[in-house]
Each structure stands twice: as structure tokens, then as C-alpha cells.
């Protein structure tokens, strides 16, 4: 992008301002206020060995040359440039005049002066350099022409640029200076105003309605704005003028990360990864190989930041993707494809100037900052015309929602009728089907009556079989002639076993062996109890023959029964097979059971405790 001055001014110079060329002396009078020096106008020395000093250069004179046929990519970035400014001062003159040199990205001017007594004064001043040491603060290069001395003075310049640098020079009155600096930066204020309100205003869309391609397109601006800033030499004198350093990166940067966020946003703006997957990979390649370019550049070798017209291949890919995706039918492409078209042409002229294809003037020269103007203009555009798209289509939706809605609503009405007479028919079929119910449940009733009476005599004959089946265990148990599986029927499991010996110990009440206490908790497991006063947890089987066993205690309680059983003495090896046990388990725990029987205090609980422990189950 360029400021309103920089389309107007320079063409204005070229069109009224009084040209010179190098056969005749610039003639300074009060009739004139400004003059405006071409390149190709200027006599100049080049000097390819950077040896000459400025003694040398003053006794060469016959060396100095117009080159009319200078074309920019003929400048010499490794040589030095002698220019010589002949003038010719009016005697009756009464204005102060100075000399300018617009090209501000120039790495080094050295300024010769001629004084009165024949010697020269020299100034250097230039991008390399701090911006305070300029005589103006200004961003172009200028210099005051002693004006004392009158009649014909020659003033020279010494000039070297890592870059081309366009030599254009101005000769002009302070006071047309002053006004001209005053009017720059004041459209100055304006443009980049433009860009800042433009930039934050996206950026509130962006945190509105947080669609990202506005969050791009918010850096794509600032981008221009800050290239733009290094190509006025605005960026020098405001933002970094005590590091020079960066002027020498600065170009590079800024277009890198113009070129960055440009594709971005294209990439989302376009919806590339669902219109053209193809386009939206080599888009992403492309952002890799650029990235990789800059830093490559930015790490080891800055010149080749020089290298500015390899921005014709990625603006090349958005405008082709931009009228591919446009051609399938996506309408805010339109603008958008016009708005890169528009950047296109920008990037291609500027090549097309450094490869003199075509001249060098005013329009072609700021072509690529017209190019950033108008792009930003349509880009915005395309982005108001892509809302008012989508709000079109929104209302469309809308519109054909009501009517979907009012064709739902008729449709539902037909429906609720046709239900409402299917419901009659269903209810007069129902209150047929319940009066069949109604009957049929009433000889159900009558039927359950029956069979109620019946299986009362069942239950009746069943408890008469259970207590005959009952008494005739209870019989064998206290006859003791149960075998294994007769009672394995009476104590089939170990819980079985423990609410047995539970109801056994604690059938008349619970006292703690310890404290006599008799309330009590749940123990730690099932078929345990804890003391409420000394918390002391007892299990169902302590104090007792079971305590301690690590077998089943249904295995135990029919060891227990056997040995009681007198009638029917079983061996060690016969009960080792029959309960699947160790012989030294089953001897240990007869013998823990003898022992119980021959205990003095067997009397008060262990035979005792034998005796009732099977007689008193099945009561």
C-alpha cells in the first residue's frame, strides 16, 4: 500500500516540474522553486573497484557520464557511484534552497560540499547509520546548498546499496520543503490510520464472532502496513531509528510475513480444504517452502531477501485458487479474485521493471503500493459481500423453515384427525375386548378359588411329608446312623454350620467373654460380634472345638458327629477318602476331640456342648 502522497506527488514532479539534463548546469533563481534529477539525467562515475578517493573522483572529471540507457537491473550492488550535481547560482537569489534524495533505503551517501575557500565539507548519512545523524528528521536524505557561493559549484555524492538504489534527486526551496513534509505526513497520518482502524476493526469482528480468516486477515493488514511503513522509510524513523541493523532484514521480514498471512487467510477465506483439496495442499507446501526460505535467509544469508520477485509463484497460486474455486459456484470469490488480480499485477510490474521489460516511471515504480491500496479496498469488500451472501442465504433458510413449518403444521392437523378417528375406532374395538376380559377374568377368578382350595391340601400334605422326613432325620441323628450324604442334607455348607453354632452360643443372649458386657456390634466379618464396651471381636466358633480349623467345618461337624457315634466306627484312611482330606488332618482333630471328652471340665462345656450340638438342630 502507499500513501495518497505517493501516488500524487511523484507524478505530479514529472509532469511540472522543470527537468535538467546533464549538458547544462541547474540554474537556481528566484523564477524557480524546485527541480527534479532522473537517474539517467545525472552525470555519474562508476567506481567497480571502491578504491577512488574523493581527490581522485575531482581529477576525473572527464570520467562523469550520463548512462540514458540505464535500466535497473544494469546497477552495480558491489560498486560505487560518484554523482556529480552541477549548478549555477543566481547572484540576485533571496531564498534558501536544499537537495533531497528520495530513495531513503540507501546503505551509505556521502555528501561533498564546496566552501568558499575551494575546499569541500563532507556528511555522511544513509540506512545503515543511526536516523539522528541526518541533518533533517526526515525520512528521504537531504542537505542546505550554500547558496553564498554564486555562480557555478558542482556538489558530489558518493553512494553504495547492498540493493538498486533509485537514484532520484530534488532540488528544492526550504519553504517548498516544509510545506511539502508537512502535507506527506500528514496524509501519512492519515493512510496509516486507515490500516490501523481497518486492522482493529477486524480484530473485533475476529473476537465477535471468533471466525479466525478475520484474525488473519487483521495480520495480513498490519503486515502491509508495516512493508508499507518500510517502504516510505517511515518504519526507520519511527520504530526501530537507533538500530539501522534492521533496515538490512527489515524488507525481507515484513514481506515474508505479508506473504504468510495472505495465504492463510486465503486458504481459509476460499474454504480451500473442502472446495479444492489439491489447491488447500499445495498452499500448505507453499507456506513450508517460503517459511523455510526466510529463515534460511534470516539465519545465514540476508541478500537473498533481495530476491523479492519469488512473491510471483504463492500470489500466483492464491489468484489461480481464487478463480478456481469462484468458477465452481462460490460467490464472495468474485471480489476476491479481483483483489488479487489487482496484487498480481503489482508483483508482476515490479519484476517486470527489474528485468527492464518495461520503463521506470511514476505509476510502474509505485505500482505494487497502488496494487496493496486496491487489494485492501476489494478485500474488504469481499469479506461485506460474503456476510451480506451469507445473510441472504440465512433468510433464505429462514423463509423456507416458516414455509416448512406452515406445511408441518397443515400436516399435523391431517394427521391429529386421522389419529383422532383411528383412537374411536381402537377405543370402541378396546371396550369390546374389555367386556370379553371382564368375563373371561371372572372365571379366572372362579378357577383360582378352585385351585386355591387345592393347593391348600397341598400345603397341607406337604407339611405333614416335611415334618415325617424331619422327624425321621431327627430320629436317625439322635439314633446316630446318618451316612455322609444323609447328613450333608442337614449341614450342607459352612454358613449353614455357623447359624447353626451362632444359634447355639448366642441363642439365650449375647455376653462378651471378656467384659460380660451385653450389648454388642457387627463384627468384622459375617457370624462375628463386637463387644460395644471393650470392642473385643468374637467369632461364632471361639471358645470352641471348631476354633482355629483350617478345613471346611461342614467336614468338621461330621468328623465331630462320627466320633460320637458309637454304633458305627469309621477309620482315619475311610474318613481321609470320603471328606478329601489329609489322614493327619483327620487324626488331629479326633484327637482334639478326645481330648475334649477327657477333660476334667468336659462336664460343663465340651460334652456337654457334643451331646446338644446335633440333638437340638432340628427342634
Not at 90 to 104: S, T, V
Not at 120 to 133: A, C, H, I, K, T
Not at 280 to 292: C, K
Not at 368 to 378: C, D, G, R, Y
Request: positive net charge; charged residues 20%; proline residues 3%.
Amino acid at each position: 500500500m502507499l500513501s495518497i502522497k505517493a501516488y500524487f506527488l511523484p507524478l505530479l514532479l514529472m509532469l511540472y516540474l522543470p527537468h535538467q539534463n546533464s549538458r547544462e548546469r541547474v540554474f537556481i533563481d528566484n523564477s524557480h522553486e524546485e527541480f527534479l534529477l532522473a537517474f539517467n539525467d545525472i552525470p555519474v562515475l562508476i567506481d567497480s573497484t571502491n578504491s577512488l578517493s574523493f581527490e581522485q573522483v575531482l581529477n576525473s572529471q572527464k570520467q562523469f557520464a550520463v548512462t540514458p540507457g540505464f535500466k535497473p537491473k544494469d546497477y552495480c550492488v558491489s560498486c560505487t557511484y560518484w554523482i556529480k550535481i552541477p549548478l549555477l547560482i543566481a547572484n540576485d537569489l533571496d531564498k534558501e534552497w536544499m537537495i533531497e534524495f528520495y530513495d531513503q533505503t540507501i546503505d551509505d551517501i556521502t555528501a561533498y560540499f564546496p566552501q568558499a575557500d575551494l575546499s569541500y565539507e563532507s556528511s555522511s548519512v544513509g540506512d545503515l547509520r543511526p536516523f539522528r545523524q541526518k541533518p533533517f528528521i526526515h525520512k528521504n536524505f537531504e542537505w542546505i546548498i550554500d547558496t553564498s557561493i554564486k555562480g557555478q559549484q558542482n556538489i558530489y555524492f558518493k553512494v553504495r546499496s547492498h540493493t538498486y538504489a533509485d537514484v532520484r534527486v530534488s532540488i528544492r526551496t526550504v519553504n517548498k520543503f516544509v510545506g511539502y513534509a508537512l502535507n506527506e505526513y500528514f496524509l501519512y497520518g492519515i493512510f496509516y490510520g486507515m490500516i490501523f482502524i481497518v486492522a482493529v476493526y477486524n480484530l473485533l469482528i475476529y473476537l465477535a464472532i471468533r471466525e479466525i480468516k478475520y484474525l488473519y486477515y487483521t495480520f495480513y493488514i498490519l503486515s502491509v502496513g508495516v512493508y508499507a511503513m518500510c517502504v516510505d522509510g517511515i518504519a526507520y524513523q519511527y520504530l526501530w531509528p537507533n538500530w539501522p541493523q534492521w533496515n538490512q532484514i527489515a524488507y525481507g521480514a515484513a514481506l515474508y510475513s505479508l506473504i504468510f498471512w495472505s495465504l492463510l487467510f486465503s486458504r481459509r477465506f476460499l474454504n480451500l480444504i473442502v472446495r479444492a483439496p489439491k489447491l488447500y495442499q499445495a498452499i500448505n507446501w507453499t507456506i513450508a517452502l517460503r517459511s523455510a526460505f526466510f529463515f534460511f535467509a534470516l539465519i545465514f544469508d540476508h541478500s537473498l531477501f533481495d530476491y523479492r520477485n519469488i512473491e510471483i509463484i504463492p500470489l500466483s497460486l492464491i489468484f489461480y485458487s481464487s478463480i478456481r474455486v469462484w468458477s465452481k459456484g462460490y460467490k464472495p470469490a468474485r471480489f476476491f479474485v479481483v483483489a488479487y488480480g489487482i496484487l498480481f499485477l503489482g508483483f508482476l510490474a515490479k519484476a517486470l521493471i527489474y528485468l527492464s521489460i518495461i520503463p521506470l516511471v511514476t505509476i510502474t515504480y509505485y505500482s505494487l503500493h497502488i496494487s496493496f491500496l486496491l487489494e485492501m479496498i476489494f478485500l474488504t469488500v469481499a469479506l461485506s459481500d460474503r456476510v451480506r451472501i451469507l445473510k441472504s442465504n440465512r433468510d433464505r433458510a429462514l423463509q423456507r423453515i416458516i414455509n416448512q413449518q406452515k406445511e408441518n403444521a397443515q400436516l399435523k392437523d391431517k394427521v391429529n384427525q386421522e389419529l383422532e378417528e383411528k383412537i374411536k375406532d381402537r377405543t370402541r374395538q378396546l371396550e369390546e375386548k374389555n367386556l370379553l376380559l371382564a368375563n373371561t377374568n371372572q372365571k379366572l377368578i372362579e378357577q383360582t378359588k378352585e385351585i386355591n382350595a387345592i393347593n391348600s391340601k397341598l400345603d397341607l400334605d406337604n407339611w405333614k411329608l416335611k415334618n415325617n422326613i424331619k422327624e425321621i432325620l431327627q430320629d436317625r441323628l439322635i439314633n446316630k446312623n446318618l451316612n455322609l450324604e444323609q447328613f450333608q442334607k442337614i449341614f450342607p455348607d459352612q454358613a449353614t454350620c455357623y447359624r447353626f453354632l451362632e444359634k447355639l452360643k448366642w441363642g439365650n443372649g449375647y455376653h462378651c467373654s471378656k467384659c460380660g458386657n451385653t450389648k454388642y456390634l457387627e463384627g468384622k466379618t459375617k457370624f462375628m460380634r463386637r463387644c460395644s464396651k471393650c470392642g473385643y471381636n468374637e467369632s461364632v466358633t471361639s471358645n470352641s472345638i471348631f476354633h482355629g480349623i483350617r478345613f471346611p467345618i461342614e467336614k468338621a461337624f461330621f468328623i465331630l458327629y462320627v466320633s460320637n457315634n458309637r454304633q458305627k466306627d469309621y477309620t482315619l484312611d475311610q474318613l481321609s477318602e470320603m471328606l478329601d482330606l489329609r489322614r493327619n488332618t483327620v487324626w488331629n482333630f479326633r484327637k482334639k476331640i478326645e481330648k475334649v471328652y477327657e477333660s476334667d471340665s468336659k462336664k460343663k462345656s465340651g460334652t456337654v456342648f457334643i451331646h446338644n450340638l446335633f440333638s437340638t438342630h432340628l427342634n
